[in-house]
């Protein structure tokens, strides 16, 4: 894929270490597979070479299981925090859809912590009991005593439903699967200003219509890990808009999928996919897609490659198709 790149008043350079060329040391966002209007990816070889995620995915259905529906529904992203991110909560599918267009998607999301520094930090739900209370506590500005700070390290998962009010802190390099989506409401911003001297826009109403009450608790650590030979696949979650799953594999694997197509982003390491008699050499910082036509493939590592792998939930396509 060739992704676009978003500069934010709160990135950074972190992403050169995967081998990207960043236009600005204040690169926050890397849209690394996505089909989304705001930052579309390109196919970089092959037959579909120079076409579009969006419009591959609407001309090219069999490649992603036939969907009846039009919007690629995923969102693979990197994000560079050096300092906070705006406190921030996201709609579920129907407020999005009613407010902020037809084809937006709500945004549930998910975050695998590529590195954290010593003391990073994460918001994470929110201590209001009732609605009346919580838009209390925004209008006064209670932000110490509203928002819950947990401590982050590498390795961390984050599953980060719709109406959950987040925001990732300084030293967080993360890897964040979402519904494919550009609808955020600010909460808070910390009152500093961007690269303008201005304020950015803050949303409070309907931060205060779509944040979940009592605020969601970070749920318990429910990884699992499996090895099949020369591979280790962590389950991170399985929900129901999306499976995302980490894989380690040192040596050669062969693996065997079913007609879903899955999203691979190669955090680390190097090594060679094969496909259909076909070798593409995978290193770290790529991003591709393999296809619903892809039923089986080999991957063989030089140095120990470490991806984290994502599709869309089946029980989503399935009720997708029957509609
Ligand atoms: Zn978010």
């Known amino acids: 894929m060739d992704s676009q790149f978003h500069e934010k008043l709160w990135g950074g350079a972190h992403m050169r270490q995967f081998g990207y060329d960043l236009p600005s040391e204040k690169t926050g966002e890397y849209w690394a597979i996505s089909g989304h209007k705001n930052g579309v990816s390109t196919v970089k070889n092959g037959e579909f070479r120079g076409v579009t995620l969006d419009s591959l995915y609407e001309n090219n259905p069999e490649l992603f299981g036939n969907p009846t529906s039009k919007v690629f529904p995923l969102l693979t992203k990197i994000l560079d925090a050096n300092d906070w991110l705006s406190v921030q909560v996201h709609p579920d599918d129907a407020y999005a859809r009613a407010h902020e267009g037809e084809n937006e998607l709500g945004k549930t999301e998910c975050w695998y912590v590529i590195s954290a520094e010593p003391g990073a930090e994460i918001i994470y739900g929110h201590t209001a009991k009732t609605r009346e209370e919580l838009a209390e506590m925004i209008h006064a500005g209670a932000w110490e005593k509203l928002l819950t700070k947990i401590p982050v390290k590498t390795g961390d998962f984050f599953y980060v439903p719709s109406g959950t009010m987040h925001a990732i802190g300084a030293g967080c390099l ?54 099949k030979g020369a591979t280790e696949i962590t389950t991170l979650t399985e929900n129901e808009f999306f499976d995302v799953y980490k894989w380690r594999v040192s040596g050669s694997s062969y693996f065997e999928k079913t007609d879903n197509y899955v999203l691979v982003s190669v955090l680390s390491g190097e090594g060679n996919l094969r496909v259909a008699e076909k070798n593409y050499e995978i290193k770290r910082g790529d991003h591709f897609i393999l296809p619903s036509t892809v039923r089986d493939f080999y991957i063989t590592s030089l140095e120990t490659l470490e991806m984290i792998v994502s599709n869309p939930a089946v029980s989503e396509l399935k009720k997708i198709v029957s509609q």
């Open 174 to 227: 993360i890897l964040e699967t979402q519904q494919s989506s550009d609808t955020t409401y600010r909460v808070y911003d910390f009152d500093r200003p961007d690269v303008n001297g201005k304020l950015r826009e803050l949303h409070i109403q309907q931060s205060i219509d779509t944040l979940s009450v009592p605020g969601n608790k970070l749920p318990e650590n429910q990884t699992t890990t499996v090895t």
